[in-house]
């Protein structure tokens, strides 16, 4: 009798770690790029709290995890099981991909990253010297906000509600610690919005605003939009937001959040494979069919 290996017994896995997941498209768009590329691997979404985390991380490295990804609420909540963060994640403090390396658990942000990317490649729309309003300092806003400096962005202004009065500003200070006085201007009030929106041009919703299940909400009157905006939204469930409709129909360009997610996808896997390319197109095909784009 011929002894054969069991080919499951090797396979390498790889998740996403948050709440909620159930909608992320990360799956479908990391097992399409595994499956193309021939590798034995599967990645799987997993509902985890912060108060779970103890827990989790320890069992997933000694069940031959290889890779992670972290969303809300948990992308500064896990920094505290790492070793260490790389240059990117130390500015953000905030962890989107988590990987193994030397026996080290390892974190970086690729989210913004992957919004430069997209915005530059899909949006067609260089960020460099212009002046934007991002809403929101969370995790995937603080990724944003670093990688907008570092690609030349002129200034930064951030809003958030009064109850994020305190992240908006820790973001602040820490991005002008990165670059001095890019970020001047940093607001809770409302009323300050149409002001705002005239300082800027470039605009972008980092935060849930919109998202499924609560779709007919946007994080600011979209009337005072002009056809001069580049309004971007981090949402992707649903792909089409009302932010985005309704900047479109004031004639401002527009960008859909899932081509961040596509792109930072892309770059996670490259820290996961210590530098091995995916297959992007397929990524983008498998996350659009699942968001019947």
Same mark, same amino acid.
């Given at each position: 009798?011929?002894?054969?290996?069991?080919?499951?017994?090797?396979?390498?896995?790889?998740?996403?770690?948050?709440?909620?997941?159930?909608?992320?498209?990360?799956?479908?768009?990391?097992?399409?790029?595994?499956?193309?590329?021939?590798?034995?691997?599967?990645?799987?979404?997993?509902?985890?709290?912060?108060?779970?985390?103890?827990?989790?991380?320890?069992?997933?490295?000694?069940?031959?995890?290889?890779?992670?990804?972290?969303?809300?609420?948990?992308?500064?909540?896990?920094?505290?099981?790492?070793?260490?963060?790389?240059?990117?994640?130390?500015?953000?403090?905030?962890?989107?991909?988590?990987?193994?390396?030397?026996?080290?658990?390892?974190?970086?942000?690729?989210?913004?990253?992957?919004?430069?990317?997209?915005?530059?490649?899909?949006? *067609?729309?260089?960020?460099?010297?212009?002046?934007?309003? #991002?809403? =929101?300092?969370?995790?995937?806003?603080?990724?944003? %906000?670093? +990688?907008?400096?570092?690609?030349?962005?002129?200034?930064?202004?951030?809003?958030?509600?009064?109850?994020?009065?305190?992240?908006?500003?820790?973001?602040?200070?820490?991005?002008?610690?990165?670059?001095?006085?890019?970020?001047?201007?940093?607001?809770?009030?409302?009323?300050?919005?149409?002001?705002?929106?005239?300082?800027?041009?470039?605009?972008?919703?980092?935060?849930?605003?919109?998202?499924?299940?609560?779709?007919?909400?946007?994080?600011?009157?979209?009337?005072?939009?002009?056809?001069?905006?580049?309004?971007?939204?981090?949402?992707?469930?649903?792909?089409?937001?009302?932010?985005? *409709?309704?900047?479109?129909?004031?004639?401002?360009?527009? #960008?859909? =959040?899932?081509?961040?997610?596509?792109?930072?996808? %892309?770059? +996670?896997?490259?820290?996961?494979?210590?530098?091995?390319?995916?297959?992007?197109?397929?990524?983008?095909?498998?996350?659009?069919?699942?968001?019947?784009?």
């Amino acid at each position: 009798m011929i002894e054969k290996n069991n080919p499951w017994a090797e396979t390498q896995f790889f998740g996403l770690l948050g709440s909620p997941v159930r909608k992320s498209l990360s799956a479908a768009m990391h097992n399409g790029n595994f499956k193309s590329l021939g590798m034995n691997a599967l990645y799987t979404p997993y509902e985890v709290t912060a108060e779970e985390l103890p827990k989790v991380i320890p069992a997933l490295e000694s069940l031959r995890f290889k890779g992670l990804n972290v969303t809300m609420p948990l992308k500064q909540e896990i920094i505290k099981y790492l070793d260490e963060l790389d240059e990117i994640a130390s500015l953000c403090n905030a962890v989107n991909t988590v990987y193994w390396k030397d026996g080290k658990l390892c974190g970086s942000n690729t989210d913004g990253i992957g919004f430069v990317h997209g915005l530059k490649e899909q949006g *067609r729309y260089d960020p460099t010297g212009k002046h934007c309003l #991002l809403f =929101g300092a969370g995790g995937a806003s603080r990724g944003v %906000a670093f +990688a907008l400096c570092a690609a030349g962005l002129s200034s930064i202004t951030l809003w958030g509600r009064p109850s994020g009065h305190d992240k908006l500003q820790k973001l602040a200070s820490d991005l002008n610690g990165y670059r001095s006085d890019v970020c001047k201007i940093q607001s809770t009030d409302e009323r300050d919005i149409p002001k705002l929106l005239k300082e800027n041009e470039l605009i972008i919703n980092g935060t849930s605003v919109g998202m499924a299940p609560n779709t007919d909400a946007t994080v600011f009157d979209t009337s005072y939009l002009e056809s001069r905006h580049m309004v971007c939204d981090l949402v992707y469930v649903p792909d089409d937001t009302k932010l985005l *409709r309704q900047a479109a129909a004031k004639g401002a360009r527009t #960008l859909v =959040g899932y081509w961040m997610t596509i792109w930072q996808g %892309a770059e +996670a896997f490259r820290r996961w494979t210590g530098g091995k390319e995916p297959d992007v197109k397929v990524m983008t095909d498998a996350a659009l069919q699942f968001l019947e784009v």
